[in-house]
């Protein structure tokens, strides 16, 4: 099938890192696909390996069995291609108006809503529901919402084949976690602990830091590109200004930015991932290691119950004292509550780790999102 995938970039690299996720899947597994995007820009890093050209006046990405548009080449009516067999705009984003003219044919493609991901319960009431159009040049078609998510009657998570295999490669293999460290050019020692950490600006990640230096336990603490990599930088500042550099234990490493499985790669061989948002969250769950998450903050405070929703998901089989500890961390990192006397214990292999492992588990049992996905869209009705 050919699949157009829409996709606006309202904020960080949610946006793009889902949608690419989900193309690169699709391809794999036979598909065709065009990616239409308002701002490609993190796919440099992103994704490398996709090969650039001018074609006319606009600038075309591909890879394999993908394309890579710009939003402004689905806007002009006589340069508007014919639409694929099925439509996905990305977290709501609303397909240019020539490319829903173009649409509103005899055999209208099937044209999916991919919503953000959420735990709470109206994600399952809401999973697969019709949403007429009666008005505008796509007036007479219906699309259907498509909710991904952590329960049975929900449109599951991406997770490609072959993904939790390989990161269960690099998590149990001890030299197999070095090489990939070093292919990743990330300094490590024997015996030193391995935290990630890819956040947003208003993290507490000076709080944990103080902690890590008052633990005398070798840690390196890897620093994405942004705002994880300034707010290291303005603690270890602060704390040679006052007097009281960072202890020697503790090592501060800024990273590159990385393509997506080195991305993935990296969060298999760290012992705790402090992760953001939404594409990164799913890849953490994947990756079978401890961590944490910093929620996208909404100025309604929603993210609050989200949050919460997730937690109460994810641990429930976890022993009490556990997710009351994790869960005290999680709010604390979110500035949800205030910092916590004492931390979770990592890495934790029998506690936090076997935890984490087991509800990863009960999500791997659900078909991930790609496969309900084109189920869905073959389906008639």
């Known amino acids: 099938m050919l699949w157009d995938v829409f996709c606006q970039v309202i904020d960080n690299f949610g946006d793009i890192g889902v949608c690419w996720r989900l193309t690169r899947d699709l391809a794999a597994r036979g598909h065709t696909v065009r990616l239409w ?67 509103a044919r005899p055999a209208p493609p099937r044209w999916i809503n991919l919503e953000y991901l959420s735990a709470e319960d109206y994600v399952e009431r809401s999973h697969g529901l019709q949403s007429p159009v009666w008005s505008g040049p796509a007036a007479g078609l219906v699309k259907h919402f498509f909710y991904p998510g952590f329960a049975a009657r929900t449109g599951g998570l991406l997770r490609e084949p072959g993904l939790i295999a390989a990161q269960d490669a690099i998590r149990e293999d001890a030299a197999l976690s070095a090489a990939t460290l070093t292919d990743l050019r990330i300094p490590h020692q024997p015996g030193e ?85 939404e594409d990164s969250a799913v890849r953490a769950l994947w990756a079978g290691r401890p961590h944490v998450w910093h929620i996208y903050e909404q100025d309604d405070g929603v993210h609050a119950a989200k949050l919460d929703a997730f937690m109460a998901r994810w641990m429930a089989c976890w022993p009490a004292p556990l997710a009351r500890d994790v869960s005290a961390w999680w709010r604390a990192w979110n500035g949800l509550a205030p910092w916590p006397d004492a931390l979770p214990a990592w890495p934790d292999p029998t506690g936090w780790g076997a935890a984490t492992l087991h509800a990863r588990a009960a999500l791997q049992a659900e078909p991930d999102l790609v496969t309900q996905l084109i189920a869905f869209v073959t389906r008639s009705g």
Do not use: K
């Open 37 to 103: 995007v308002d701002d490609a820009s993190a796919l440099q890093w992103m994704a490398p390996d996709v090969r650039w050209a001018t074609r006319g006046v606009h600038r075309v990405g591909t890879l394999g069995a993908i394309t890579v548009h710009p939003w402004s080449a689905a806007t002009v009516a006589d340069d508007v291609p014919e639409p694929g067999d099925v439509v996905i705009e990305a977290f709501g984003c609303n397909p240019p108006e020539a490319f829903l003219a173009r649409m």
């Open 193 to 277: 602990r391995l935290a990630s950490v890819f956040c947003y600006a208003h993290a507490p990640l000076a709080s944990w830091l103080d902690a890590l230096a008052a633990e005398p336990v070798p840690t390196r603490v890897l620093l994405t590109p942004g705002h994880a990599t300034r707010l290291g930088e303005a603690w270890a500042h602060a704390r040679t200004a006052a007097g009281t550099p960072p202890a020697p234990h503790l090592h501060l490493t800024p990273l590159a930015a990385l393509s997506q499985p080195d991305f993935d790669r990296l969060l298999a061989c760290c012992d705790l991932n402090l992760v953001r948002g």
